[in-house]
């Protein structure tokens, strides 16, 4: 079956992605609740009894409070970088002994069929990171929360067939809006959050690296600073700008990651696969 991939929420009020191969089922975050988690696996028609792992970026709340009920629930194993596992015991601690794993960032390993690779990001948490997940000659990213792109980044996310990165906020509409100017401040940081353009024109740079991104999700836009119709439209009157087709044929899918709902799901066959 390849990969089959699926953001089930995006946003700063929850995020939790689904991947799955022929034998594994994983989820990377689990920032909603059990039960939201639940119903949106089986609106995909998944059974969450067959999920395998959580794997989680970094400690932030909408990214991790519901890792500890899923994982006690269905007895799985939640990875993450010891500094991520460090500043999220509360919510872990009643897992049990062996049940939390210490991911390096930049030390792939293997889980059941699948490769990951841990790599840094430029977000103010303990020690985030994002993942590469390689499958079959496949390779699907997941990098949300990055004030930046960069060197590791850029690096890991290139050549991904599918990708979910942060498209978050549109500068003008944060400059310009409520938030108290300390927050502001912290979100256009080099740790904060990746705006409309720079996601937009960091795309249109790595679009032709090793065979080019086949499958995009803009995620984690801001319900305040954003707007999912501008999201969508600056990044792709970037991407055309720079010569890079959008939801043509050979070109690149373009997709918004919804902030309440699942999302399209994507599948794509590994080398040697009919099509």
């Known amino acids: 079956m390849g990969i089959e991939f699926c953001p089930l929420a995006s946003g700063s009020s929850g995020n939790c992605a689904y991947l799955a191969t022929e034998n594994t089922r994983v989820l990377i975050d689990a920032g909603l609740s059990g039960?939201?988690?639940e119903t949106a696996l089986r609106a995909l028609g998944v059974d969450p009894q067959g999920l395998d792992a959580v794997f989680v970026t970094h400690e932030h709340s909408d990214h991790v409070s519901g890792a500890g009920i899923i994982a006690r629930r269905y007895g799985l194993p939640v990875f993450a970088t010891e500094g991520t596992l460090k500043a999220s015991r509360r919510l872990l601690e009643r897992l049990k002994?062996?049940?939390?794993?210490?991911?390096?960032?930049?030390?792939?390993?293997?889980?059941?069929?699948?490769?990951?690779?841990?790599?840094?990001?430029p977000h103010d948490a303990g020690e985030p990171v994002g993942y590469n997940f390689f499958h079959g000659g496949l390779k699907v990213t997941v990098a949300t929360d990055m004030g930046h792109i960069s060197d590791e980044g850029r690096e890991s996310i290139s050549g991904s067939d599918v990708l979910l990165i942060e498209s978050n906020h549109d500068m003008d509409m944060l400059r310009n809006?409520?938030?108290?100017?300390?927050?502001?401040?912290?979100?256009?940081?080099?740790k904060g959050?990746?705006?409309?353009?720079?996601?937009?024109?960091?795309?249109?740079?790595?679009?032709?690296?090793?065979?080019?991104?086949?499958?995009?999700y803009l995620g984690h836009l801001s319900e305040e600073n954003n707007d999912p119709y501008l999201a969508y439209e600056t990044v792709r009157t970037i991407l055309e700008a720079?010569?890079?087709?959008?939801?043509?044929?050979?070109?690149?899918?373009?997709?918004?990651?919804?902030?309440?709902?699942?999302?399209?799901?994507?599948?794509?066959?590994?080398?040697?696969?009919?099509?």
Not at 177 to 190: A, E, F, H, S
Not at 193 to 216: M, P
Not at 242 to 256: A, D, F, K, Q, R
């Open 193 to 216: 959050h990746l705006s409309n353009v720079s996601c937009g024109v960091f795309l249109s740079e790595i679009a032709s690296v090793a065979g080019g991104l086949r499958h995009v």
């Open 35 to 37: 039960v939201r988690i």
């Open 97 to 121: 002994r062996g049940q939390t794993v210490s991911v390096i960032s930049g030390s792939a390993f293997e889980f059941k069929d699948i490769v990951v690779r841990p790599f840094t990001i």
């Open 242 to 275: 720079n010569g890079v087709p959008v939801n043509e044929s050979g070109g690149m899918s373009l997709y918004l990651a919804d902030r309440h709902a699942v999302s399209k799901a994507v599948r794509i066959l590994s080398e040697g696969e009919g099509q």
């Open 177 to 190: 809006g409520t938030y108290p100017y300390v927050l502001k401040r912290r979100i256009l940081g080099d």
